[in-house]
């Protein structure tokens, strides 16, 4: 199709063409590449969840991953970039049952089996939206590997993995304090909570003592004080020396508590005495445990209050105890006073309700002997990270590891490969496979062998340790080797304002949205333009419209181009400097060449674009461009200077080709030699 250069440039037509046209090569396959490639370069990409769609972290992240795919992939190398979806446990489950409440069923009424089957049913009709929202971003992702998390073949590598660790003696089942989603009905990882600041109260209730007076104890949950078991001081603090070992009055329940000290306690809290609940507290829960001390369940799975917690609030809901014990503590004269106070709350991540802490049978993964293997992985320099501040919140979390809960009470998942168990496991213990299950592994295939380790992994700052550190250790507990190289941590796009971006508050940019209105492209431009390393990017739309504005001028600059080299015979004959003007571009040229190589290489997406930015703005349009107008007297000089154009261009497009694919794409078979020659396997500029 000719190319129009008579009209400005339209990202709608040319987009969706373009695209079609490099799925109809075959190019994103590695093993249909042309030439001689006798080196590889493999990236996992970051599976999105089935229950998802593009949104604008999502945009920066794959933007980046394709820029440095198509890089390598003109540089020579023999390049996969693996896609794939990730079930999203937790996620979809809920999904799927909000569906069934518009129809007035529940998922126990259809019953496990038919329940797993109205999920697949979802799955296949909604679950690869992302993917093919992530083509009109220009991604050149090989579909063709496409995998998915619950795939037969991953489930049986996720099965070898758990048999591994068992064999290993790191599994084990057993009771312990959890945060438990009384809406999902499932145990959460500390890392699968979110925690919001939220205004409450810090209600001071005075304890009886046994020998008279009392002691004051500080909390924000009074509900959790009918699963009280003793109450605990600083043995530093001065002020219950003389009351450590004596008894205490628990309010309303009236029984014996003793009083203990703990060094855990910190003195500076509230009145430096605290209750101790064992059974929903996880700080309390070990200080229960060495003090031996009863720890009766007062909150039951489904968020209310069970028989233990007494006549006055079983079956209440904790909001409902909570004021229930309030009411009566005040009526019996035990608040002392109360304070408000900010906190921290932890929501689940899923449903957004509060979590609760209880006693739970579970399965645990030993996290001792990983945690290791990710530390040293990280300090031996195995694995870099980019920016490398971001190591130090990946060691803080592994230097104060707890074992990891890997079960799940929900019906959508792996369920747990032993006899009679019903739990499914967290969704990141399979997600921990990725970079080698997705190329077959237990099984020894060529992919497997060809593609592992993977170079380069990009995601978000959020999920270093709930999804890379976890692939590390995998890697090297299962492949004895790294699963990367090279982590790189995008920014953290927010708001113009500064806020989190949130469609649920209404907060969110959607990206498809501005594909619409211009184009994949200058969405690319947008979002590399302000990334400029790790730190949180606020978004500005006037970076879309600078970047619509730099298409039109690759637009008009190629059109000028064209008509100046005419009936150019020999374009891809090496130009001379014939002028002060020619020796200034080509020198910029070969200067810009190196720069963003160089960049790119040290994944410097950001400042790449903007030194691509300039030099194709100022340097060749603004002032070569102009000079080229008047190198026209002399037949030898102007047939020079269209031919120092002509190159100047060609490898601009090369250059620019990994941020704005389509333009450069479009552009590229307009000129005679590159008829039939796509521009995404082209040579990178040396």
Same mark, same amino acid.
């Given at each position: 199709?000719?190319?129009?250069?008579?009209?400005p440039y339209d990202p709608k037509g040319?987009?969706?063409?373009?695209?079609?046209?490099?799925?109809?090569?075959?190019?994103?396959?590695?093993?249909?590449?042309?030439?001689?490639?006798?080196?590889?370069?493999?990236?996992?990409?970051?599976?999105?969840?089935?229950?998802?769609?593009?949104?604008?972290?999502?945009?920066?992240?794959?933007?980046?991953?394709?820029?440095?795919?198509r890089f390598k992939r003109m540089s020579?190398?023999?390049?996969?970039?693996?896609?794939?979806?990730?079930?999203?446990?937790?996620?979809?489950?809920?999904?799927?049952?909000?569906?069934?409440?518009?129809?007035?069923?529940?998922?126990?009424?259809?019953?496990?089996?038919?329940?797993?089957?109205?999920?697949?049913?979802?799955?296949?009709?909604?679950?690869?939206?992302?993917?093919?929202?992530?083509?009109?971003?220009?991604?050149?992702?090989?579909?063709?590997?496409?995998?998915?998390?619950?795939?037969?073949?991953?489930?049986?590598?996720?099965?070898? !993995?758990? =048999?591994?660790?068992?064999? /290993? @003696?790191?599994?084990?089942?057993?009771? %312990?304090? $959890?945060?438990?989603?009384?809406?999902?009905?499932?145990?959460?990882?500390?890392?699968?909570?979110?925690?919001?600041?939220?205004?409450?109260?810090?209600?001071?209730?005075?304890?009886?003592?046994?020998?008279?007076?009392?002691?004051?104890?500080?909390?924000?949950?009074?509900?959790?004080?009918?699963?009280?078991?003793?109450?605990?001081?600083?043995?530093?603090?001065?002020?219950?020396?003389?009351?450590?070992?004596?008894? !205490?009055? =628990?309010?309303?329940?009236? /029984? @014996?508590?003793?009083?203990?000290?703990? %060094?855990? $306690?910190?003195?500076?809290?509230?009145?430096?005495?605290?209750?101790?609940?064992?059974?929903?507290?996880?700080?309390?829960?070990?200080?229960?445990?060495?003090?031996?001390?009863?720890?009766?369940?007062?909150?039951?799975?489904?968020?209310?209050?069970?028989?233990?917690?007494?006549?006055?609030?079983?079956?209440?809901?904790?909001?409902?105890?909570?004021?229930?014990?309030?009411?009566?503590?005040?009526?019996?004269?035990?608040?002392?006073?109360?304070?408000?106070?900010?906190?921290?709350?932890?929501?689940?991540? %899923?449903?957004?309700?509060?979590?609760?802490?209880?006693?739970?049978?579970?399965?645990?993964?030993?996290?001792?002997?990983?945690?290791?293997?990710?530390?040293?992985?990280?300090?031996?320099?195995?694995?870099?990270?980019?920016?490398?501040?971001?190591?130090?919140?990946?060691?803080?979390?592994?230097?104060?590891?707890?074992?990891?809960?890997?079960?799940?009470?929900?019906?959508?998942?792996?369920?747990?490969?032993?006899?009679?168990?019903?739990?499914?496991?967290?969704?990141?213990?399979?997600?921990?496979?990725?970079?080698?299950?997705?190329?077959?592994?237990?099984?020894?295939?060529?992919?497997?062998?060809?593609?592992?380790?993977?170079?380069?992994?990009?995601?978000?700052?959020?999920?270093?340790?709930?999804?890379?550190?976890?692939?590390?250790?995998?890697?090297?507990?299962?492949?004895?080797?790294?699963?990367?190289?090279?982590?790189?941590?995008?920014?953290?796009?927010?708001?113009?304002?500064?806020?989190?971006?949130?469609?649920?508050?209404?907060?969110?940019?959607?990206?498809?949205?501005?594909?619409?209105?211009?184009?994949?492209?200058?969405?690319?431009?947008?979002?590399?333009?302000?990334?400029?390393?790790?730190?949180?990017?606020?978004?500005?739309?006037?970076?879309?419209?600078?970047?619509?504005?730099?298409?039109?001028?690759?637009?008009?600059?190629?059109?000028?181009?064209?008509?100046?080299?005419?009936?150019?015979?020999?374009?891809?004959?090496?130009?001379?400097?014939?002028?002060?003007?020619?020796?200034?571009?080509?020198?910029?040229?070969?200067?810009?060449?190196?720069?963003?190589?160089?960049?790119?290489?040290?994944?410097?997406?950001?400042?790449?674009?903007?030194?691509?930015?300039?030099?194709?703005?100022?340097?060749?349009?603004?002032?070569?461009?102009?000079?080229?107008?008047?190198?026209?007297?002399?037949?030898?000089?102007?047939?020079?200077?269209?031919?120092?154009?002509?190159?100047?261009?060609?490898?601009?497009?090369k250059l620019l080709h990994p941020f704005?694919?389509?333009?450069?794409?479009?552009?590229?078979?307009?000129?005679?030699?590159?008829?039939?020659?796509?521009?995404?396997?082209?040579?990178?500029?040396?």
């Amino acid at each position: 199709m000719a190319v129009d250069f008579s009209k400005p440039y339209d990202p709608k037509g040319v987009e969706d063409r373009i695209y079609k046209r490099w799925e109809a090569s075959g190019y994103f396959n590695p093993d249909k590449l042309p030439g001689k490639r006798p080196k590889t370069f493999s990236m996992s990409m970051a599976p999105p969840n089935v229950t998802g769609s593009l949104h604008m972290g999502h945009a920066l992240e794959y933007t980046i991953s394709d820029a440095l795919i198509r890089f390598k992939r003109m540089s020579g190398y023999k390049t996969l970039w693996l896609p794939g979806t990730d079930h999203a446990g937790i996620a979809t489950q809920n999904v799927v049952e909000k569906e069934l409440r518009k129809e007035g069923l529940s998922r126990h009424e259809l019953g496990r089996e038919k329940f797993l089957e109205k999920v697949w049913e979802w799955k296949e009709k909604y679950g690869g939206i992302i993917l093919s929202q992530l083509k009109k971003l220009g991604s050149s992702a090989d579909w063709s590997r496409t995998r998915f998390t619950m795939d037969e073949d991953y489930q049986k590598a996720v099965a070898e !993995a758990f =048999l591994h660790y068992q064999k /290993r @003696g790191w599994i084990y089942r057993g009771e %312990r304090v $959890i945060s438990w989603c009384p809406r999902c009905r499932t145990s959460l990882s500390d890392l699968e909570l979110e925690h919001t600041e939220e205004k409450g109260n810090l209600w001071f209730i005075k304890y009886p003592l046994k020998n008279g007076g009392y002691v004051s104890v500080a909390t924000t949950r009074p509900e959790t004080m009918l699963g009280d078991s003793a109450v605990a001081v600083n043995p530093k603090d001065a002020r219950y020396k003389n009351i450590v070992g004596q008894t !205490a009055t =628990l309010p309303i329940k009236n /029984r @014996g508590i003793p009083i203990i000290s703990d %060094r855990r $306690i910190e003195q500076e809290f509230g009145t430096g005495a605290v209750k101790i609940t064992p059974a929903h507290d996880f700080l309390d829960a070990e200080i229960g445990k060495d003090h031996k001390l009863p720890a009766p369940k007062i909150i039951g799975e489904d968020g209310k209050m069970t028989k233990e917690a007494g006549k006055i609030c079983e079956g209440l809901n904790t909001e409902e105890c909570r004021k229930k014990v309030v009411e009566e503590l005040e009526r019996l004269g035990f608040v002392e006073k109360t304070e408000e106070l900010t906190h921290n709350v932890a929501h689940c991540y %899923r449903c957004n309700r509060i979590i609760e802490p209880i006693p739970s049978m579970q399965w645990f993964l030993k996290m001792d002997e990983l945690a290791k293997l990710a530390i040293k992985a990280v300090k031996s320099g195995k694995v870099r990270f980019y920016p490398k501040r971001f190591e130090k919140t990946y060691f803080d979390w592994l230097k104060n590891i707890k074992d990891w809960t890997v079960s799940r009470q929900i019906w959508w998942g792996h369920k747990i490969p032993i006899e009679g168990e019903t739990d499914v496991l967290d969704t990141w213990f399979s997600s921990a496979l990725w970079p080698f299950a997705t190329l077959g592994w237990p099984q020894k295939t060529k992919d497997l062998k060809k593609f592992y380790p993977t170079e380069v992994l990009t995601n978000d700052r959020g999920i270093v340790n709930l999804w890379d550190a976890r692939m590390i250790f995998s890697g090297l507990e299962l492949m004895k080797k790294t699963p990367f190289r090279d982590l790189i941590v995008h920014a953290t796009i927010l708001t113009k304002e500064g806020k989190r971006m949130s469609k649920s508050l209404g907060t969110g940019i959607d990206p498809l949205g501005l594909i619409d209105q211009y184009g994949a492209d200058a969405v690319r431009f947008a979002l590399i333009w302000q990334a400029m390393g790790g730190q949180d990017l606020r978004w500005s739309e006037e970076a879309l419209v600078a970047g619509k504005k730099f298409l039109n001028k690759i637009w008009n600059a190629s059109r000028f181009v064209l008509e100046r080299r005419g009936g150019l015979k020999t374009p891809s004959n090496k130009p001379r400097a014939q002028t002060k003007a020619d020796k200034k571009i080509l020198a910029e040229l070969a200067k810009i060449k190196k720069d963003v190589s160089r960049k790119i290489d040290k994944y410097e997406f950001g400042q790449a674009l903007r030194a691509l930015h300039d030099f194709f703005w100022h340097d060749f349009c603004d002032v070569y461009l102009e000079a080229s107008k008047k190198q026209t007297d002399d037949e030898n000089v102007k047939n020079n200077t269209a031919k120092i154009l002509n190159c100047v261009l060609a490898d601009s497009l090369k250059l620019l080709h990994p941020f704005l694919p389509h333009i450069t794409e479009e552009i590229w078979p307009v000129f005679p030699e590159n008829k039939g020659n796509l521009l995404i396997v082209a040579q990178w500029p040396k």
